[in-house]
């Protein structure tokens, strides 16, 4: 299995909702990545998990809070979003840190 | 900061004419990564470079590390309307960390 799978596929919430993005991934990969992506542009690196443990946090603000329960699931929740927040949330896995990185297909959220 | 500069930013070109996308740096990278994204999707990695002079060849595609390791190209042959797609480099630097270039919009016209 060579897939990186992300629930759900689009999202729309407004600002006072809470929601969960998932990301699944059973390659043994052992760093797990979140990323945001504005459109015309590159992934910007949001989070960054190496064997389970959250190895790096690029200044992201507390509304968003990463959770790996283990080492083939990582989520991201998600409360009091602003709009700006809208974007293709990304989740990859690598076998080491930062090695070539597995994309998953993204969740398009819509923060109304 | 380091930067991976990517160009040109956007391309549209014909169907069956060739093109080079550049990736440059003024810094050495242990690595270099390739990965192409299309509209609605995540980026999928198409090759990895190493080693300084690398050339590595994907189909029409043609990649290219660096003797220094600070730059690569990719070139693509006889480009196809199934190339288009937003082409992205990141190097991985010194401190393990994966450095991302701004992307190059491609637009192959039938």
């Known amino acids: 299995d060579t897939e990186v799978t992300q629930t759900p596929k689009h999202l729309v919430m407004g600002m006072t909702n809470k929601k969960s993005l998932k990301c699944e991934q059973h390659?043994?990969?052992?760093?797990m990545y979140w990323y945001k992506q504005k459109a015309k542009k590159p992934p910007e690196l949001m989070f960054v998990?190496?064997?389970?443990?959250?190895?790096i946090n690029e200044s992201v603000p507390s509304r968003f809070s990463p959770e790996c329960p283990n080492s083939s699931l990582l989520n991201l929740h998600l409360h009091a979003l602003q709009p700006e927040d809208s974007a293709l949330y990304l989740c990859?896995?690598?076998?080491?840190?930062?090695?070539?990185?597995?994309f998953g297909p993204g969740t398009r959220l819509t923060v109304l | 900061t380091q930067l991976l500069e990517q160009s040109p930013q956007f391309l549209s070109i014909q169907e069956g004419e060739n093109l080079t996308v550049y990736c440059n740096s003024s810094?050495?990278?242990?690595?270099l990564q390739w990965y192409r994204q299309e509209p609605g999707e995540g980026p999928v990695l198409l090759v990895t470079?190493?080693?300084g002079g690398e050339v590595k060849k994907l189909k029409r595609l043609t990649f290219q590390f660096g003797d220094a390791r600070k730059d690569s190209s990719l070139h693509i042959t006889a480009a196809q309307p199934g190339d288009t797609g937003l082409y992205l480099c990141?190097?991985?630097?010194?401190?393990?960390?994966?450095?991302w270039g701004a992307g190059t919009k491609l637009i192959i016209k039938p």
């Open positions: 470079v190493v080693t």
């Open positions: 810094s050495v990278f242990s690595s």
């Open positions: 990141a190097g991985e630097d010194s401190n393990y960390q994966l450095i």
């Open positions: 390659m043994g990969h052992r760093a």
């Open positions: 998990y190496s064997y389970e443990k959250l190895s």
């Open positions: 990859a896995s690598s076998q080491r840190i930062y090695n070539e990185q597995f």
